[in-house]
């Protein structure tokens, strides 16, 4: 069985390296390795604007992540921005509801990570809390910088995510905003201070997301479990043809 391909959202930023300060299409590298870490094959997926290109998309990927990043337009969950929410991207956040809607579609396994999480939540018609700090009173979600804030957290019983990664971990995190309302989801994960830590959709498809970052674990059982998944979905849609 070949590799599946996993196609990977990025940020669009300016970006420095050698000689060239431009506009670039950029991704954490631990995403990539990551992914071909547990066997598959990463594709970097930059938005794009052309009507359509999400499905065509569809019949060469087998799973997808929507990465992390910025913070979502408020005005996608009708709401007026925070002081704190900052630096959203409407082309990215565009680009990845078509993702969102063609991968439903056609019953592609997706994994979202960060504000992926978040974006996943409002394109099922959540809501955000803009400033988790402001719920739970400390910034350990986000210490700042570049620096990941270290988050004990619960998995529920029976769902997918205590499935494949246990009853407790300590995860990284780097979020100031989490989701309120997530129609559509369960919940999947909590910390302490009761923040939604994860969610997925119930029902056979592989559709999970993680407000922690675990392309930057050791422990890769969730982008594991994606590619599984991924594997599995690549494997039924070839089927009816090697029939």
């Not at 630096?87 to 063609?102: G, K, Q, T």
């Not at 803009?130 to 957290?153: A, C, K, R």
Request: aromatic share 6%.
């Amino acid at each position: 069985m070949s590799a599946p391909v996993i196609g990977l959202t990025t940020y669009r930023e300016d970006a420095a390296w050698g000689v060239w300060q431009q506009t670039a299409d950029v991704l954490p590298h631990a995403y990539a390795l990551a992914v071909e870490a547990t066997g598959g094959v990463p594709v970097l997926l930059p938005p794009v604007t052309q009507v359509g290109a999400a499905d065509a998309l569809m019949a060469r990927l087998d799973g997808l992540v929507i990465s992390g990043g910025a913070d979502v337009d408020p005005d996608r969950y009708g709401a007026e921005p925070h002081p704190q929410t900052s630096n959203w991207r409407p082309d990215r956040d565009a680009w990845e509801v078509a993702l969102l809607d063609a991968a439903e579609a056609a019953g592609l396994p997706v994994l979202g990570v960060c504000r992926g999480m978040q974006l996943m939540a409002v394109h099922a018609g959540g809501h955000l809390h803009q400033h988790t700090p402001d719920l739970v009173d400390h910034e350990e979600h986000s210490p700042g910088g570049d620096v990941f804030g270290d988050i004990e957290v619960d998995t529920v019983p029976g769902t997918r995510l205590s499935a494949l990664v246990g009853d407790r971990l300590t995860v990284s995190c780097h979020h100031h905003q989490s989701v309120d309302r997530f129609p559509g989801f369960v919940a999947s994960a909590r910390a302490a201070d009761g923040t939604l830590e994860a969610m997925e959709a119930p029902g056979d498809r592989f559709c999970l997301a993680v407000q922690w970052h675990p392309e930057t674990a050791a422990d890769v059982g969730l982008l594991a479990g994606l590619v599984r998944a991924a594997s599995e979905f690549a494997a039924a849609r070839r089927a009816p043809a090697d029939a």
